[in-house]
């Protein structure tokens, strides 16, 4: 993983977005997937509390930057939106994993890849509520998206414990209003 390419994870499951696909980057940070969907030729909506990563990309063609704290309290404020893809590495805020799942569109793809349980030997984040329980990001799809690849590993550069999911949800189940 590169501090300024795409997480390996990301880039490995990549072809499972539609071609041309809206992209939804969550807590995008300094942007670098918003920027690896882009260069790709996605539209990307980039969401952080802080955007000032992603300042040079404003006025960019294919490029929504939302500024909004998703641990706030606020209602998810993509509701009634529904992305080829939505990405999340290195974040987690459990209220809205149920909303992040519905974001997915019909044939569209989830790729989520954070700090799980036995990161807290390991370094920052260590506390609980920012580590995924086993299987927790399986749970979080059950029944809405197919999982294509699931992990629960401990990687070695930089040691780290993670989960991570690439999924999709079916054609058929579109959640977006008719």
């Keep these: 993983m590169s501090a300024s390419g795409p997480s390996s994870w990301v880039a490995r499951f990549a072809s499972l977005v539609p071609p041309g696909g809206p992209v939804l980057d969550l807590a ?41 704290d998703l641990e706030a309290g ?37 790729l989520y890849e954070t700090f799980a349980r036995g990161h807290e030997r390991l370094g920052r984040p260590q506390r609980p509520e920012f580590l995924l329980e086993p299987g927790e990001l399986l749970e979080a799809v059950r029944g809405a998206l197919r999982v294509v690849a699931y992990e629960d ?26």
């Design 28 to 68: 995008c940070g300094a942007g670098r997937h918003t920027k690896f969907f882009l260069a790709r030729g996605h539209p990307v909506t980039a969401v952080d509390r802080d955007t000032s990563g992603v300042a040079d990309l404003r006025g960019e063609a294919g490029v929504e930057i939302v500024e909004f």
């Design 153 to 178: 590993v401990i990687l070695d550069e930089p040691p780290r414990a993670v989960q991570r999911i690439a999924a999709v949800r079916a054609p058929e189940h579109d959640p977006r209003p008719a």
């Design 74 to 110: 606020a209602p998810f404020p993509f509701r009634g939106r529904a992305f080829d893809a939505v990405v999340a590495t290195n974040y987690l805020h459990r209220p809205i994993l149920p909303d992040v799942v519905s974001a997915v569109a019909a044939g569209g793809v989830l």
